[in-house]
């Protein structure tokens, strides 16, 4: 049975309600977070509890979190790193104490995710997010301004508007951070914390950059197969694990997903799972997001989740990024209907593979 997750961004700031959630068949988990503590900061084990209970009072379960941030300063190795690792320690107790068990977290400088269009609409009349390399050729701000017009009002993860506004100092604060730069600084960052995940069962689950390409100069150090590697290497425990994101990595064609998958679930280094098609548009790799059925888009999604189901995938999935259809006026690639779509559709691949089995 896959543990079938759908993120939800809380009661005051997610239009979708946990019984609309409980009601997608085959899903069980809420993938959630805390969204008003400030990046850095301790988590408070009330509010994380007050969490927890709203999501099991509603028959549902709360067993990951995405993401807990991390803080810039660790990711440039400033000194002031030490207080804000010691932070995300407590905050890792604090999550075990509620059952928490994977936490998903990315290593990307400055910016979570990059697109450029939010609301590109489609010949159905469905809007989704786009990714054009010309437009990442402008300035970072004109790039934002793009974006944040086109957001629907919502405020999208990692891209917090008081942390926009510093943008051009974190361009100069990174100035220094090259690649190897960026990885010896998260080598020093799971140093520090794989012993208190291993101390508490909580597996810590990496995401990769997306998408998965050095954009406005900043390193990139999870985009393929090979970073993966170098990422486990670090510090070999079951406890420093991957988030193997199939929409982000599948944006590079030459990332072969079910290959992937096959030799990491296999070394049991996957706690979490996102999955989502995107559709090429041209050869310069322009993409857009698409529903999650393949032939909407340019991944062959009954590959990925058979590369699962041969390795016995039994760590947590959710379906990631949908189209907005419908009439649904709600956070772009998070409302309701083309995520439960989406749900339904791999509950159907797997649900076959089990019965050819
Ligand atoms: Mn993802």
Redesign the pocket.
């Known amino acids: 049975m896959l543990k079938m997750g759908f993120r939800w961004f809380g009661a005051q700031d997610d239009p979708i309600t946990l019984s609309q959630i409980r009601q997608i068949p085959g899903t069980t988990q809420v993938v959630g977070a805390l969204y008003d503590v400030p990046v850095g900061e301790v988590w408070p084990l009330e509010k994380i509890q007050a969490l927890k209970k709203q999501v099991t009072d509603a028959s549902l379960s709360l067993e990951v979190i995405e993401s807990v941030n991390i803080h810039d300063d660790i990711k440039i190795g400033k000194p002031s790193r030490d207080r804000y690792i010691e932070n995300y320690q407590q905050t890792i107790r604090n999550l075990a104490k509620c059952g928490i068990k994977v936490i998903c977290y990315n290593f990307m400088p400055i910016f979570d995710w990059i697109r450029t269009d939010l609301a590109y609409p489609l010949p159905d009349g469905s809007t989704v997010m786009r990714f054009e390399h010309q437009q990442v050729e402008k300035s970072p701000e004109e790039m934002i301004a793009t974006v944040q017009n086109n957001a629907n009002g919502f405020e999208l993860p990692g891209w917090e508007p008081e942390r926009l506004a510093r943008v051009q100092r974190l361009f100069t604060d990174y100035r220094d951070v090259d690649a190897a730069k960026l990885r010896a600084n998260l080598k020093y960052f799971l140093d520090a914390i794989i012993p208190v995940c291993e101390e508490c069962d909580v597996k810590m689950a990496m ?1 990769p950059d ?1 998408p998965p390409m050095s954009l406005f100069g900043l390193p990139r150090i999870y985009k393929n197969r090979d970073d993966m590697q170098q990422i486990l290497a670090m510090h070999d425990s079951p406890y420093n694990g991957l ?1 193997i ?1 199939t ?2 990595l599948g944006e590079n064609p030459a990332n072969d997903l079910p290959a992937i998958i096959r030799e990491f679930v296999s070394r049991d280094r996957v706690p979490f799972m ?1 999955v989502r098609n995107i559709k090429f548009t041209n050869e310069q790799g322009d993409f857009h997001e698409s529903a999650h059925l393949s032939r909407e888009g340019s991944l062959d999604m009954v590959a990925i989740m058979q590369a699962l189901h041969e390795k016995h995938f039994d760590g947590y999935i959710r379906p ?1 990024h949908g189209r907005n259809i419908w009439g649904e006026t709600g956070r772009p690639g998070y409302g309701l209907y083309d995520r439960a779509l989406g749900i339904a559709y791999l509950n159907g691949i797997w649900e076959t593979l089990d019965h050819e089995k």
Request: with cysteine; glycine share 12%.
């Open positions: 995401h997306d988030t994101c929409g982000s996102h990631d």
